[in-house]
């Protein structure tokens, strides 16, 4: 099983700052099989980023993700309002189960 | 616009059994892999299993496997999860999620997108 270990676990910012989120696996995730998903509270989570660096349809351009092998990064370049919420990373790769790491709460400070 | 539904969650007694189901639509729903992931209250999310278009091909978080089958009727653009000798740490939000699709022998595009709005299950005396 792969393990993805997120860091950090709160990440307090204001509006405008720049976020950089982490997404570390225990071990290589095939074909940078990552994707990164935002959940509000009391809403089902969101596809923002596939294949590592993919940005899904209607997502904007604020939202960039990079990385390969096991070492993957989210970032938001400049926040806004409706971007604190909880964000997760997931390998969907050839590596039973699909985990997911543990989520960064990004909250306004 | 794809649309995923959950239904079939609620209250039971550990040991018993429940099924949810996940009506598609918007999609061709039989040209997808198809996946259940759940969220304990106030916890992150757990991949729970995944079947392949034409559900000959099934797989199962390790902590499920022999208690939960998931299945799927193409016909009736739905997926289930028959969960037996359910725990209390079964006690989740269950969505259901579109995966990806199988082109020559290879799944391709199976992040999880879109999600249904997930139904409660509380396993609970």
């Known amino acids: 099983e792969i393990v993805l270990t997120q860091s950090p676990g709160t990440l307090s910012l204001s509006p405008g700052e720049r976020a950089t989120l982490s997404c570390r696996a225990s071990?290589?995730?095939?074909?940078?099989?990552l994707a990164w998903y935002q959940q509000k509270p009391g809403q089902s989570p969101r596809l923002l980023i596939y294949?590592?660096?993919s940005r899904d349809t209607g997502i904007p351009d604020r939202f960039s993700g990079s990385g390969s092998g096991t070492d993957f990064t989210l970032t938001i370049s400049r926040l806004e309002p409706e971007d604190f919420a909880v964000y997760y990373c997931?390998?969907?790769?050839?590596?039973?189960?699909?985990?997911f790491g543990q989520g960064t709460k990004l909250e306004i400070k | 616009e794809v649309q995923l539904v959950e239904s079939g969650g609620g209250l039971v007694q550990p040991g018993g059994s429940l099924r949810l189901s996940c009506a598609a639509s918007?999609?061709?729903?039989?040209?997808?892999?198809m996946s259940w992931v759940r969220q304990a209250p106030g916890k992150g999310l757990e991949w729970v299993a995944n079947?392949?278009?034409?559900?000959?091909?099934?797989h199962y978080l390790d902590s499920v496997k022999g208690r939960f089958t998931i299945s799927r009727d193409n016909a009736k653009n739905s997926m289930y999860l028959q969960m037996n000798s359910l725990r209390g740490e079964d006690t989740a939000l269950y969505y259901c999620?579109?995966?990806?699709?199988?082109?020559?022998?290879?799944?391709?595009?199976?992040?999880?997108?879109?999600w249904g709005q997930g139904t409660l299950v509380t396993v609970s005396s």
């Open positions: 999620a579109r995966g990806g699709r199988t082109v020559r022998g290879l799944i391709i595009g199976n992040w999880l997108d879109p």
């Open positions: 918007g999609l061709t729903f039989s040209s997808y892999w």
């Open positions: 079947i392949n278009e034409d559900g000959s091909e099934k």
């Open positions: 071990q290589s995730v095939s074909g940078n099989s």
């Open positions: 294949g590592a660096s």
């Open positions: 997931q390998q969907y790769g050839n590596s039973l189960p699909y985990t």
